[in-house]
T-cell receptor, first 112, second 116 residues
Framework: TQLLEQSPQFLSIQEGENLTVYCNSS?????LQWYRQEPGEGPVLLVT?????EVKKLKRLTFQFGDARKDSSLHITAAQPGDTGLYLC????????????FGKGTKLTVNP | EPEVTQTPSHQVTQMGQEVILRCVPI?????FYWYRQILGQKVEFLVS????????KSEIFDDQFSVERPDGSNFTLKIRSTKLEDSAMYFC??????????????FGDGTRLSIL
């Protein structure tokens, strides 16, 4: 069974603070996606990382893929209340599988 | 921006009844997927579909489940005889060339299935 551990599960911070969410596995990913999901809606794609060591930026969000392609992180700088939501990482494992394996998600609350 | 659309948004069905969930994937995509999310749990893979056949399925996707692409645009999930434990949010997703070519999957807003 392939497991993808995401931490922390809950995070409550003040506006302006920085935060990092982690996604870890013992297996190698061929690609990893980060999504944001609002209540009652589907996951919305934020970014895809493919190459070990890759860093991608989306405004105040920085995504990093580990050198060994077994882990990833999402860092948010100067968080704002509009960043509040559920952040999901989902990986496609090396070996030809088409399925995504999801983490449990990180529920982020940014207080004004 | 192109999006995956799902209907209905909410389906309430009696246990034992058949239900069909419908999806219109992004038009030039080739891989199609169904996932489900039981309340409070992770999103779980059910099945992937490519070139008019199932390419991969999970242990959840038993004989009660089937998928079909009846025309050039729709992709459906049928549950033949629903059980209480089938209550969940069902998400359809599509991608250009599949995970093997590192293509991201785009999700619809889901159908909430409630079995009574």
């Amino acid at each position: 069974t392939q497991l993808l551990e995401q931490s922390p599960q809950f995070l409550s911070i003040q506006e302006g603070e920085n935060l990092t969410v982690y996604c870890n596995s013992s297996s190698v990913f061929s690609s990893l996606q980060w999504y944001r999901q609002e209540p009652g809606e589907g996951p919305v794609l934020l970014v895809t990382v493919v190459t070990g060591g890759e860093v991608k930026k989306l405004k105040r969000l920085t995504f990093q893929f580990g050198d060994a392609r077994k882990d990833s992180s999402l860092h948010i700088t100067a968080a704002q209340p509009g960043d509040t939501g559920l952040y999901l990482c989902a990986g496609a494992y090396q070996g030809g599988s088409e399925k995504l394996v999801f983490g449990k998600g990180t529920k982020l609350t940014v207080n004004p | 921006e192109p999006e995956v659309t799902q209907t209905p948004s909410h389906q309430v069905t009696q246990m034992g009844q058949e239900v069909i969930l419908r999806c219109v994937p992004i038009s030039n995509h080739l891989y199609f997927y169904w996932y489900r999310q039981i309340l409070g749990q992770k999103v779980e893979f059910l099945v992937s579909f490519y070139n008019n056949e199932i390419s991969e399925k999970s242990e959840i996707f038993d004989d009660q489940f089937s998928v079909e692409r009846p025309d050039g645009s729709n992709f459906t999930l049928k549950i033949r005889s629903t059980k209480l434990e089938d209550s969940a949010m069902y998400f359809c997703a599509s991608s250009g060339w599949g995970a093997r070519r590192n293509q991201p999957q785009h999700f619809g807003d889901g159908t909430r299935l409630s079995i009574l």
